[in-house]
């Protein structure tokens, strides 16, 4: 983690310097074209975009499309905007990240700290969980579901995600704690310490960078969901992004892409928020963890 | 099967426990109307139900022409956790019903005598085995022309009768410089357009062979073969950036006098009405030409899920205000369909819903009213998206006519 | 926690305790991964269409599944995809990387615009790129409004170039991610190794080719790991972006298994193209996780 602070030991000249400057201007260009589209037309009157340039700033500047979005679009039969959403999502994604990032913390420190026979082979099955193609898993995750009660409940999605997301927060937490002195943990135990005394006293005060990319990782892909909010969501635990796709999707009619846009960074909010705040520790708690193969 | 459908009786036993777990007296309806217009629309049923002291729980998921809100479904029932009501289309209701999944509405049928009021066509997806199993909301025609009349006055043509005609009136346009036809370039669009294309290049007779009987004769034969040919005279009077156009960005290329014609269902109307646009006046709607005696159609519906042996208070409720005639008329007016019953007043509705209204009732009573291949209302989803899939590969230049043809043919077998 | 409880069974639970914590866990993942999966292929065998049923049909999903063109473009399409995808992203991650430790100012700012696109879903993302991509209202556009009448960027709409398109928004959303490992790879370079061989005169084109990207192995195989499976589940970019099209030169795997499962009613073929995905991705992964995890023991 110190290394964070170590400065590179290259040397570069000033020429190669001005034109490494200016690619990573360009890149940030790239990066942020789509953001500045999604932008400057979600400030535009419906008119100007239809009949305009996409990427001409405004003639009139008018935050109607915003406040259209949040408070009164239709995305169902009644005009609700996404509001009454975005608390669904937060419903969901809360104890979901929780849960599963509390669990991937546990697996981790299992799986380095209290090795055993065949804890390798373990680890491995729950990694390659990672890789299922969610839409395989619909049908019987919902009778599944329906079994457990949890159908069309913000539980069930909780559940759902939980189980999806707990192969990469092990693997996070695996990394990170591999590296972690295990001399500490022997000493700790034949002091006395028991298996939870040692995580909560011990592992966890130093595993504050890779509980931000495990949270970031979690927060991202929970959020931006739509295959499992859509089908083990009902009526009253549908989230965010349904209630966008719903917006943005509506088949016919006229398609207001002003308020379209507006919505979509409203959507965005939240993750994107996630990511400037936490960023700068996100690098520090991948190069902490999970790269250190 | 019979291990099947001792599946789904589990699953429905489920259901209906659920459903005992919700409010009752309330209704959650599955549907995927989310656009302003139509869930103010549909608002008014909900209101409808309200005043009857029915809750109404929303359940939209849009994309894909309901798609998306189809997955879902499948999830729900699964999972023993069915909506009361679900909007629907076409076959999707008709497999449902094998299912055994719907509650049988013949009880209110009768007393409010859909029989003799519902097209027979029309009928042929409401019933299952002798009973109602949906009501429908609405009919939507698929073989309508759009056209810009500036335009068209300006380039002396008037409406087109014949396909000579039309392929007459396109040169025309291209070689004044408009772009003859507007075109979005999605899957269903370009199968939209090929139902009408069909239609007038075979006759009602072939339609019903090839697309309803998926008579392999009929498929492969040369009529179908000219049916391409037609289908890539309309392509090359297309732009070239057609490809993953929304459809109503083609609407508005005829609003805005870019492009001369579209091909496209009613839905298409309420793109001009929103332009400020006059029907006859400032633009025009008429039956593909070659098809004026024909309607394709497409339906939509609201299936009732069974809920434990039979129809509870709440769906009678609901199948009996979506089959009132206020609610017909007020709702199809913002749509852009017709009625789905034939008794209704055509004062509210304009020239364009006027003229709809007899087209419906003159085709069902001649034998001329068809189910859409495009829309589902002809063959499965299997087959409908089979014939999406050569359409569309030789719309946009995969094969030539000989081959889709063929590839037809083919894909059509392995779908059925 | 510390009561004074009987030691022997105090023991017993520490050695037990560790097995316990880890089996929900596994638990979840036998159920529902491997269940699932088990599931799956077994409907592949199955005649089942708009809901699973049970009627055994042995390999006739497969024989089916082998005769459509459509699937044949689809596994093609993802040969050009991932294959590129996974390279350009690697690229360009590495490069921006390698150019952020020279020591850049403005990192702080800059870090966070490579990386918000791995924030965006593509239900948000997907329209502005349509647009963007969209020769009518996009990029050429815009270029011709400003006076550059010869460009053209049409790929879009062109059945042979399509598929690039959907490569480039990938690229945009991930790379910057990639980026983010190889930055924590490198800060993670001990520097007394790399001033011993500035002092032997190595040039930093050498320093970079023979110290420190050979240094990099963990982070190449993150990338890919990441990489391979964000390929490989690609669905809702071609949704957005192309919807498969023009026609269904963008179909890939994913969207051809959701339509079949879902959207044809006919979740055999839909399973069975679920199973031969399933197998791609074991055969790329367990020689990668078999490698990995012996090597740590």
């Known amino acids: 983690m110190a290394a964070m602070q170590q400065e590179s030991a290259i040397r570069t000249s000033n020429a190669a310097r001005v034109l490494i400057y200016l690619l990573l201007l360009l890149f940030a260009f790239f990066y942020l074209l789509p953001l500045f589209v999604m932008g400057v037309n979600s400030v535009k009157p419906l008119s100007e975009i239809t009949g305009g340039n996409m990427m001409a700033l405004p003639e009139i500047w008018t935050l109607e499309p915003w406040r259209k979005a949040w408070s009164e679009a239709q995305v169902g039969v009644q005009a609700t905007g996404l509001k009454p959403y975005f608390w669904n999502s937060i419903k969901m994604v809360v104890p979901a990240v929780f849960i599963s990032t509390v669990l991937g913390a546990l697996n981790g420190y299992v799986l380095t700290k209290w090795r055993f026979r065949g804890d390798t082979i373990l680890f491995g099955l729950m990694l390659f969980a990672c890789f299922i193609p969610f839409q395989i898993v619909l049908i019987p995750m919902a009778r599944v579901l329906g079994i457990f009660g949890l159908a069309g409940t913000t539980w069930g999605l909780v559940l759902v995600h939980v189980v999806y997301g707990i192969g990469f927060t092990t693997l996070y937490f695996r990394n990170y704690y591999a590296a972690f002195p295990t001399e500490l943990v022997r000493a700790a135990q034949i002091d006395g310490a028991g298996f939870f005394q040692i995580f909560w006293r011990i592992m966890l005060p130093s595993s504050g960078p890779i509980i931000v990319v495990s949270v970031i990782w979690q927060f991202t892909n929970i959020w931006n969901d739509f295959l499992f909010g859509a089908s083990f969501a009902d009526f009253s635990s549908q989230p965010m992004t349904v209630a966008l796709n719903n917006l943005v999707q509506s088949s016919t009619g006229v398609k207001e892409y002003n308020v379209h846009f507006a919505g979509a960074i409203l959507a965005a909010l939240p993750t994107l928020l996630v990511y400037i705040v936490a960023g700068r520790f996100f690098v520090r708690g991948l190069m902490a963890g999970s790269v250190k193969g | 099967m019979a291990y099947m459908k001792t599946r789904i009786a589990g699953v429905l036993a489920a259901t209906s426990l659920a459903a005992g777990a919700a409010n009752a007296g309330d209704v959650e309806v599955l549907h995927w109307w989310t656009s302003g217009g139509e869930a103010a629309a549909l608002n008014v049923l909900k209101q409808d139900l309200e005043s009857q002291g029915i809750g109404w729980q929303d359940m939209p998921v849009a994309g894909g022409g309901g798609e998306q809100a189809m997955t879902v479904l499948r999830a729900r029932v699964t999972a023993g956790n069915a909506p009361t009501a679900v909007q629907m289309l076409g076959f999707d209701i008709l497999d449902w019903a094998k299912e055994g999944a719907l509650a049988d509405l013949n009880e209110i049928a009768a007393q409010e005598g859909w029989d003799a009021v519902v097209p027979e066509a029309l009928q042929a997806f409401a019933r299952h085995d002798g009973k109602w199993i949906s009501a429908p909301v609405n009919v939507h025609s698929t073989n309508w022309v759009w056209a810009n009349k500036a335009v068209l006055d300006a380039n002396g043509i008037s409406v087109p009768q014949t396909w000579d005609e039309f392929m007459a009136a396109v040169e025309t346009l291209a070689a004044a410089g408009v772009t003859p036809i507007a075109q979005g370039g999605q899957a269903w669009q370009e199968a939209t357009v090929f139902d009408a294309v069909a239609m007038s290049a075979g006759g009602p007779d072939f339609y019903k062979a090839a697309f309803i009987d998926l008579d392999e004769g009929a498929l492969g034969s040369d009529t179908m073969k000219e049916a391409f040919d037609r289908m890539a005279f309309i392509r090359a009077n297309v732009d070239e950036n057609f490809s993953g156009r929304d459809w109503n960005l083609a609407t508005a290329m005829v609003i805005n006098g870019e492009a001369g014609f579209q091909m496209m269902g009613d839905w298409a109307k309420g793109e001009f009405l929103n332009a400020g646009k006059v029907p006859g006046t400032d633009f025009l709607c008429f039956r593909f030409p070659g098809t004026q005696a024909q309607v394709t159609f497409n339906a939509d519906q609201f299936a009732m899920f069974d809920q434990g042996g039979s129809v509870s208070k709440e769906q009678a409720a609901l199948a009996s205000a979506i089959l009132s005639p206020s609610f017909q008329s007020a709702f199809n007016v913002v749509k852009g369909s017709v009625p789905a019953r034939t008794d209704v007043s055509d004062e509210a509705f304009d020239a364009c819903g006027k003229q709809g209204m007899k087209d419906l009732a003159a085709a069902a009573s001649s034998g001329n009213l068809f189910g859409s291949m495009a829309h589902g209302h002809a063959a499965p989803a299997s087959v409908k998206n089979a014939v999406y899939d050569v359409v569309t590969a030789h719309f946009n230049g995969e094969y030539d006519s000989a081959t889709a043809v063929q590839e037809l043919v083919d894909a059509v077998s392995i779908a059925k | ?297």
């Open chain 3, 1 to 297: 926690m510390a009561a004074p409880v009987d030691a022997d069974f105090r023991t017993r639970l520490q050695v037990w305790l560790p097995k316990l914590v880890l089996s929900p866990s596994l638990a979840m993942a036998l159920v529902f991964v491997y269940g699932f999966i088990l599931f799956t292929v077994y409907l592949s065998f199955t005649d089942s269409r708009i809901l699973p049923s049970f009627g055994w049909v042995g390999f006739e999903n497969y024989f089916k599944l082998f005769r459509l063109r459509h699937w044949e473009i689809a596994v093609t399409n993802m040969g050009v995809f991932a294959v590129l995808y996974m390279l350009i992203c690697t690229a360009i991650g590495l490069t921006l990387a390698i150019f952020f430790d020279q020591k850049i100012r403005g990192e702080g700012v800059l870090r966070p615009i490579y990386l918000y696109p791995m924030a965006l879903s593509f239900i948000v993302t997907g329209t502005a790129w349509k647009w963007m991509l969209d020769p009518g209202i996009g990029l050429e556009n815009t270029m011709h409004a400003l006076g550059w009448e010869s460009f053209a960027f049409d790929w879009i709409k062109n059945r042979n170039y399509a598929i690039y398109t959907v490569v480039l928004a990938a690229v945009w959303q991930t790379s910057g991610f990639v980026m983010a490992m190889f930055l924590a790879g490198l800060r993670g370079i001990d520097n007394e190794i790399l001033k011993a061989a500035q002092i032997d005169g190595a040039s930093n084109w050498n320093l970079y080719r023979r110290i420190i990207i050979p240094q990099l192995r963990p982070a190449f195989l993150s990338a890919f790991v990441i990489l391979a499976h964000l390929a490989i589940k690609t669905y809702d970019l071609v949704i957005a972006l192309t919807g498969g099209g023009p026609g269904r030169a963008t179909e890939l795997p994913a969207t051809f298994m959701y339509s079949y499962t879902f959207t044809r009613n006919q979740m055999g073929i839909g399973a069975a193209s679920a199973t031969i995905m399933l197998m791609t991705i074991a055969a790329i992964m367990i020689p990668y996780l078999y490698s990995e995890l012996r090597e740590r023991k």
